[in-house]
């Protein structure tokens, strides 16, 4: 079993849908992060959070450290939203989720 | 600010040939950085990381090894590619243990 499990693997909606994206981690950490990896490959930091909630734009993280579980949430969500979305978690060194593919269509 | 290269972009390399990839970081001194490697399908793997000129901290044993020359530069390489080594492959850099990651545009390699 992965230390970082994501859920689901690959998700599709609808311009304009609320997304939700799990992960959860088996052990302890530090910090968990969110990523986002573009089609072409590159990969931009989304969030850093140890406790609670983050908030950029329409994106909100979250994360509840006793139930090792953290959540990526999109709303409005737009096409150019679509990208793979990785959970990372600081446990020592980073430990890395599979991804989730989103791909919202117009 | 910070800005972080690695090249070449796409590389496609014969089994057995050896290889080279670069990374550096500009608007920063001392960073840590880090290797990865994602395969086809898979997730992000940890392979080297370095917290000062000549360290290096491995964390697979693989074909491939890692080198610091100068602070701000970090490469990545091996003697003779195996199949297995296709992949796409970051570098990343960050202020220190603990600190947010910033990942550099990817380099991805096919060995044919």
């Known amino acids: 079993k992965n230390e970082v499990e994501q859920s689901p693997q690959n998700l599709t909606a609808q311009e304009g849908e609320f997304i939700t994206i799990n992960c959860s981690y088996s052990?302890?950490?530090?910090?968990l992060h969110w990523l986002q990896q573009h089609p072409g490959g590159g990969i931009v930091s989304l969030f850093m959070?140890?406790?609670g909630k983050k908030k950029h734009g329409r994106l909100i993280a979250t994360i509840n450290i006793q139930e090792k579980h953290s959540s990526l949430h999109i709303t409005a969500s737009h096409p150019r939203d679509s990208a793979v979305y990785i959970c990372?978690?600081?446990?020592?060194?980073?430990?890395f989720g599979a991804g989730t593919r989103l791909t919202v269509k117009p | 600010s910070q800005t972080i290269h690695q090249w070449p972009a796409t590389l496609v390399q014969p089994v057995g040939s050896p290889l080279s990839l670069e990374c550096t970081v500009e608007?920063?001194?001392?960073?840590?950085l880090y290797w990865y490697r994602q395969a086809a399908g898979r997730g992000l793997q940890l392979l080297f990381y370095?917290?000062?000129?000549g360290q290096i901290s491995s964390e697979v044993p693989q074909n491939l090894s890692a080198s610091r020359p100068q602070d701000r530069q970090f490469i990545l390489s091996s003697k003779k590619l195996l199949l297995s080594d296709s992949g796409f492959y970051l570098c990343?850099?960050?202020w220190g243990q603990g600190y947010e990651q910033y990942f550099g545009p990817g380099t991805r390699l096919t060995v044919t």
């Open positions: 370095s917290v000062g000129i």
């Open positions: 990372a978690v600081r446990s020592g060194d980073m430990r």
């Open positions: 052990v302890g950490i530090s910090a």
């Open positions: 608007g920063t001194s001392n960073p840590n």
């Open positions: 959070l140890s406790s």
């Open positions: 990343a850099w960050s």
